[in-house]
């Protein structure tokens, strides 16, 4: 019984090396918001955009008429900032996760020396690469050491196979919250974007219109530069969902690549097990 109990606690694994990710997204949040409100009043605020170098007069060029768009702008450029921001730390810590070499070339090298049942090799290769497949592999290795030790000689071979496959999965979960930390905030980004962008675009429309009212004449010169400055809103609340729908995608892909890695090498560390040793019944 205590044997079983020791081969079924969780195995140490070797922390990757090198940028993570960051935990505190929050903050980044903070500072894209800061960054965002500076670039709003400083740059599109600018009085030289504006007629009579006055903001509150028609804009001048391109700067200006966004900063018509309102307080929404600044929400967006939020938004659009923390994508761009999320996406450069996604890559770094998933180039991180990933190792010192090619995936593709180190699985196979792994496969390789697993089959010549040559583990100090798979060991070397693994402190070479580093990263969060070398890590699962090495959590596996060391379990298939222990297996083989005559302390577990109470274990029949399909349940050393499962002590295996059970350290592999225990290390796999251990990895997966790194790969996939802030990914879910890209996520609700996708659809925060374009709703960010339509409420500026509609709340843009209704002061337009209510101007429009109270002069008390049909100024279509004054209706369409109001529509204009209303859809600059959706224009970058759209660019803000692409942006996120490609990072997320992409990174999600990336995460899916590693994942399929770590099982194939996990389900051949097993298989070698179960192919080198007879049932001890």
């Not at 960051?22 to 605020?45: D, P």
């Not at 001048?60 to 309102?70: A, H, V």
């Not at 967006?76 to 921001?85: E, K, P, R, S």
């Not at 004449?217 to 660019?239: C, K, Q, R, V």
Request: with cysteine; aromatic share 8%.
């Amino acid at each position: 019984m205590a044997t079983t109990q020791k081969a079924a606690a969780p195995k140490a694994v070797k922390k990757s090396q090198g940028f993570t990710g960051i935990r505190g997204a929050f903050w980044i949040l903070v500072v894209c918001f800061i960054a965002a409100e500076l670039f709003y009043s400083l740059v599109l605020g600018n009085t030289a955009n504006f007629q009579g170098n006055d903001n509150a007069n028609a804009p001048i060029n391109m700067l200006g008429t966004i900063f018509k768009g309102g307080v929404i702008v600044p929400i967006i450029h939020t938004l659009l900032l923390t994508v761009l921001c999320l996406s450069v730390e996604r890559w770094l810590a998933l180039k991180t996760a990933f190792g010192k070499g090619s995936l593709t070339k180190f699985v196979a090298n792994i496969k390789a020396s697993l089959k010549a049942n040559d583990f100090a090799k798979a060991e070397e290769l693994c402190n070479k690469m580093q990263g969060s497949v070398a890590n699962v592999v090495i959590a596996s290795l060391k379990t298939y050491k222990e297996m083989d030790n005559g302390a577990n000689t109470n274990l029949k071979k399909s349940q050393k196979v499962a002590r295996i496959q059970q350290a592999h999965e225990e290390a796999t979960q251990l990895e997966m919250p790194t790969l996939q930390m802030n990914l879910p905030i890209v996520a609700t980004i996708v659809t925060l974007g374009t709703l960010t962008g339509l409420l500026g675009t509609v709340t843009g429309m209704i002061r337009s219109f209510s101007a429009l009212a109270a002069g008390g004449g049909g100024d279509s010169l004054a209706l369409s530069t109001g529509i204009s400055e209303a859809l600059i809103n959706t224009a970058f609340g759209i660019a803000t969902s692409w942006c996120a729908v490609i990072s997320y995608n992409y990174f999600t892909n990336k995460i899916d690549k590693l994942t399929y890695a770590l099982d194939e090498v996990g389900y051949s560390i097993a298989q070698t097990y179960e192919a080198n040793h007879t049932d001890e019944a």
